[in-house]
């Protein structure tokens, strides 16, 4: 019976529904609306200086417009000034480096192919009114399937994508205008010379104006990363071995920290590439080794692989019993807590640019407690255990001096860095149980950073 | 005595090493040349794609910069046309989804920013002459500056990126022309209209000319995956257990492929991002489930994680002695060999999109040995040996099984992705020992795959 319902209330549903929705309309436009504005407060938080960028942008643009309107630009280039405008808008980036290296590479791309399109015109007139749109179109094709080749280059692809694209746009512009417009040279000139202002201007604000150095992110961002892997093993000894039943938020937030580690390459890949556009500034002299950082950031990537594995065992469905861990709980959370200790420590005079010998002294404490373990597991001290159980407990025992390894390495890499790029050494007797009072009394051995403004 | 040189000997020192670069120079750029060509034919090699796609390119533009050259585009546009060849530089990407994605942004972005632009130039002529520029200003820096925010959007810059800049491009472009020029109302539909025309010329090229799909890259990419870790599994079991002293050539680059695995994430988001843009195409149909490849593609990489540790115990410094290894060599193998299958068998069949159960088989047989394995080891059938030596054995076979886990996630997840994207489904008596034989004598569910041209 219910499954009868009158034509009327057939037809009315649609309308019913269609009521409602309209009904909803405005509650879900509000929903939307407050997410939109959660969402850009929160990305305006994590990082004030996006809020910056946009208005630097804003200024950047407003002011090369203003100039097209006021004389002297409009005098000298005619329409052509609007690429002026339009420069400053494709080049302007987040970071110095990246707004450097598109505006390099637009400027040179320009140049050449500027100059290449005027020959190319040229040649083109020199075979008559028939022969010039053979010879022109011929050229524009040869050009045009080379540098698109060549853009499959990794090494170019990296660095010099952007400066293909323009290349093969200017060449076009340049030699196609010829069809139709006699002066290309004057085109190929004032294209080259309004591209420049744009890029000048851009750079100019985004040099001046509260600079985002994207190397110093680079920086920031390894040192953080080895930092992460040091909370992950600082917390990992206590949740593993479980001081208290329920574990604290703040240990939860440390154990999963790393895992953004994992996925970190592409990134530092393309930091690096923009960082090597950019001049010396701050602590970061001309030639700063930016390539050494992708070595360094290799090998925290390597210890997070380890960390991984260490994790899967917090979470296993086989555990080892309290009490078997127990017997090996001294020795593990030594080695954890001083990989922690040494990681922290890294991580900070990295930061600071400062080269210190505590980071080794807490790798081999750590290599003390890890040969503790080593004996203490040939005591046969679970003797009565079954082996299925002690597995994890055992495997723990001895990813942990692996990962002692991993540290070593990274520990390696970053005083090949610190070489490299002139780290200051601190002096002093250090003392490997208060790390944070060597940060501080450290007395540099002063180098002297000379800072490069172009 | 030595030390000490006449000026002669000084002053001729940096000629003579002046000539030797000189007399060195022909061979450097013979080397640099032949390296060149090297890698040229490498990645034409490679990837034959490559070079179709820059004839490709040359062949768009060239095609369109003829138009200009004769009638018909210049006629109607004038000098505007050249915006049309400039389109297509820009939108010419190598894969469809790319040169869609982009070419897509560029129209949406110009017309909505062109409407908006002679809006703003409109209501800026209304506050008369010395109001314009003020007005005008302040609508450049405000939609510049709101615009270069919203590309901070994790969502607008993985999808909408270069929308967001052509947009704050044309408007700027159409606003602040009318300083000078009056006729903005043309300029803006004149330039919409050459883009439109410079996009759809150069999707007709990348569409027609053998296409490249990204979405087809991303399925044999997440497919290649499990792949290697199949190979890699494969060779594990032979390896660790060394049958030869000598381990072959093929098992060391078995052994390594899965590296690639660990950084494939931002490559497939990137292929993901691309690939929904792509119309419906062969076996993929309209609104594909790409956002769930990702998920695969994650799983596939947790599994790599554990591989990797794995991996670590092949190279690792204390080693279980061969006899005591020798002891769980049977189940170990077994399971490796079985998890090998799994993938492989999985591979395959999502490479050809059909659904099978024989994966699940495996899987199911690989648990059987894990059993073994787990009772082989509660035997405590290495009663004598040393703890230590007897650890890494120990934590190769408690790795095992965890992979057993990921795999079972994985195959979820692809049978999933399976029901989404409608794979079709094998019938008929599935034999797990010839997962060869299952694909081929597959009768398929036919499930009607439409193919959308656009």
Redesign the interface.
């Known amino acids: 019976m219910e499954a009868m319902t009158s034509p009327q209330q057939v037809s009315s549903g649609p309308i019913i529904r269609g009521c409602q929705w309209l009904k909803s309309l405005p509650n879900k436009f509000c929903d939307k609306t407050m997410e939109i504005a959660r ?2 407060k929160k ?1 305006g938080q994590d990082d004030p200086r ?2 910056v ?3 630097k ?3 950047a ?2 002011l090369v ?2 100039f ?2 006021f004389e002297p630009l ?1 005098d000298s280039f005619g ?1 052509s000034a ?1 690429w002026a ?2 420069t400053v ?2 080049v ?1 980036e987040f970071s110095v480096g990246a707004t450097l290296g598109k505006g390099l590479n637009r400027v040179l791309a320009t140049l050449v192919a500027a100059a290449l399109g005027t020959g190319a015109h040229h040649l083109a007139t020199l075979s008559g009114r028939k022969g010039e ?1 053979i010879l ?2 011929t050229f ?3 050009i ?3 540098t ?2 060549m853009r ?2 990794p090494k170019v692809k990296a660095r010099y994508d952007y400066g293909m ?1 323009i290349f ?2 200017t060449f ?2 340049v030699s ?2 010829g ?2 417009d006699d002066q290309v040279l004057k085109m190929a000139r004032e294209r080259f010379s309004t591209i420049l202002i744009g890029c000048c201007a851009s750079l100019i604000v985004c040099i001046c104006i509260f600079p985002v150095w994207v190397g110093e992110d680079l920086h920031k961002s390894v040192a953080a990363n080895m930092g992460k892997l040091a909370n992950f093993l600082e917390a990992f000894g206590d949740e593993y071995f479980k001081v208290s039943e329920e574990s604290n938020e703040n240990n939860k937030s440390y154990l999963q920290g790393y895992r953004s580690v ?2 970190s ?3 530092e890949e393309t930091m690096a590439n923009f960082a090597r556009w950019e001049p010396g500034h701050g602590p970061f002299g001309y030639r700063h080794p930016w390539k050494m950082y992708l070595k360094v950031g290799n090998l925290t990537r390597d210890c997070a ?2 960390v ?2 260490l994790n ?1 065992y917090l979470n ?1 469905k ?1 555990q080892t019993p309290a009490e078997i861990r127990g017997k090996i709980q001294v020795p593990c959370k030594s080695v954890s807590l001083e990989c922690s200790r040494a990681l922290k420590e890294m991580a900070s005079t990295f930061r600071n640019m400062i080269l210190t010998t505590s980071a080794v002294m807490h790798i081999e404490s750590s290599k003390i407690a890890a040969e503790e373990l ?1 004996s203490l ?2 005591t ?1 001290l ?1 003797e009565e255990a ?3 159980e ?3 407990a ?2 723990v ?3 942990l001096p ?1 990962i002692i390894g991993c540290i070593e390495k990274i520990s390696e890499a970053v005083n090949e860095l610190g070489e490299a790029a002139s780290f200051r050494k601190s002096i002093g007797t250090v003392l490997p149980e208060q790390p944070d009072s060597i940060q501080h009394t450290a007395i540099s051995v002063s180098h002297c950073v000379v800072i490069v403004a172009e």
Do not use: Q
Request: with cysteine; net charge positive; proline share 3%.
């Open positions: 969402k850009t990305l996006r809020i960028h946009a208005l942008v804003g200024l643009i407003t417009s203003l097209y309107y409009y329409d609007m405008v339009l808008v494709l302007s749109p022109v179109a524009v094709f040869i045009a399937a080379i698109t080749f499959f280059f694209m093969i746009l076009c512009l196609v205008s069809y139709r994992l996925t390459k592409s990134s692989y380890k991984e594995a899967s296993s086989i080593k597991l040939k046969n679970w079954d082996l299925v002690m597995i994890p055992a495997s025992a001895s990813l692996e």
